[in-house]
């Protein structure tokens, strides 16, 4: 199938899994451990119940709307992911460039496989910056200096890496930065001749965005280690409060009393989030997290939240349940893997189409007449 006549995110993903090696499509789509947080994640939206409203005036309607005060033409960004050239060797730019013309915010990831500078020469479109404190803090400090320089419009200060999770797929594959060749992983990579073809003429991804020195093909989980702090506190948000005078949103927050807390630092959003299950397993899923203390949150700080978001009837739900916007971050990897920016474009308009579909069936003209008396929330069992 072409990516152009996938009907659901769904559809892209199972074009992905044809397109890409084993031990790529796992490290896209694995998580930690039992992968409990990320299925939750997903099956949680299946918990929020909508209520619909009728005839009420529905010929037109809208999903634009204000994110970080700025207009979007929908209440969505792409999430930050390191190393997207993994499932298609220009990811970064493809899907900056697809979320400009889809009127949308693009998240650079710190771990990105494009430097900075060349994401950013795409040209039109809001871009943030993710960051990753260093141990080494200069290196941080270089990275808001670039970021700044090359014009990003806000940071996005991710903290729920303290170590990196365990992510059975990914030791199973032996995957490793850059991929190692082994007999298993050859195999693997024999059997998707064109992935292998993108590779030999764009050469091994990696992280480009900071000098790695020699890997010698070490553990993704080893690399991070050695370079992310995990001695971080809340004294780095009020470092970088005081550094970064753009908006600010910190990311991978998952408790009410820490996005009160970070509301208290000056942020300009918190992203919601458990880095789709990737960290630590077992966790509440987001959405879950956002109807017990959504509404409740959003009156002190906007709220941003990603996890398992697969429809646009999901985004209308976070919506409903207190978020100004979500992130996505598989859905656009899959649709870059099945059909380049061919499915990033496809996978946005899907998610779009969905969600005036859902507005029209709730009775809601725009956005902005979404809350909490649109949905009911089946209780935890
Ligand atoms: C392959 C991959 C790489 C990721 N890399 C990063 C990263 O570098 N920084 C970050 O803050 N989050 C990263 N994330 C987490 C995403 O930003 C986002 O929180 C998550 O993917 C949302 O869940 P979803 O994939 O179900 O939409 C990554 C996620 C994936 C799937």
């Known amino acids: 199938m072409n990516a152009s006549r996938a009907t659901s995110v769904h559809d892209l993903r199972r074009m992905a899994r044809a397109r890409l090696p084993r031990a790529v499509f796992d490290f896209v789509d694995g998580a930690a451990c039992d992968e409990r947080s990320a299925r939750a994640n997903v099956d949680d939206y299946g918990a929020v119940r909508f209520v619909p409203r009728l005839l009420r005036d529905v010929s037109h309607t809208s999903v634009a709307t204000t994110l970080l005060g700025a207009p979007a033409a929908a209440p969505i960004a792409i999430a930050p992911t390191g190393l997207a050239t993994l499932v298609h060797p220009d990811a970064d730019r493809v899907l900056a460039r697809e979320a400009a013309r889809a009127g949308i915010p693009f998240v650079l990831s710190t771990a990105a496989g494009t430097a900075l500078e060349d994401v950013a020469a795409v040209g039109e479109g809001r871009r943030w910056f993710q960051l990753y404190v260093f141990r080494d803090r200069s290196i941080t400090e270089r990275l808001i200096e670039r970021a700044e320089a090359a014009g990003y419009d806000a940071l ?9 999770g365990k992510r059975d797929r990914d030791r199973r594959n032996g995957f490793t930065v850059p991929l190692r060749l082994t007999p298993a992983t050859l195999l693997d990579f024999a059997l998707h001749p064109r992935w292998c073809l993108d590779l030999a003429r764009h050469g091994m991804p990696t992280m480009r965005n900071y000098e ?23 004294e780095a948000l009020a470092w970088l409060r005081a550094r ?15 996005v009160l807390r970070a509301a208290d630092h000056g942020v300009e959003a918190v992203v919601v989030s458990n880095h789709g299950g990737r960290q630590i397993d077992g966790t509440s899923s987001t959405i879950r997290a956002l109807a017990d203390w959504g509404p409740q949150a959003a009156a002190r700080v906007p709220l941003l939240v990603d996890g398992g978001i697969r429809r646009g009837s999901d985004v209308v739900a976070a919506l409903a349940l207190g978020a100004q916007g979500v992130l996505i971050g598989r859905p656009t990897l899959y649709a870059a893997a099945a059909g380049g920016a061919e499915g990033v474009r496809r996978c946005l308009d899907i998610l779009v189409e969905e969600m005036h579909l859902t507005l029209a069936h709730l009775g809601a003209a725009s956005v902005a007449e979404l809350g909490r008396h649109c949905v009911e929330v089946e209780a935890r069992r």
Do not use: Q
């Open 156 to 164: 996005v200060l991710t903290v729920d890496v303290p170590v990196v």
């Open 244 to 258: 970064w005078k753009g908006p600010l949103l910190i990311k991978g927050l998952l408790a009410l009393d820490d």
């Open 212 to 234: 790695l020195g020699d890997l010698g093909g070490r553990s993704h989980a080893e690399v991070v280690g050695a370079l992310y702090d995990p001695g971080l506190t809340w």
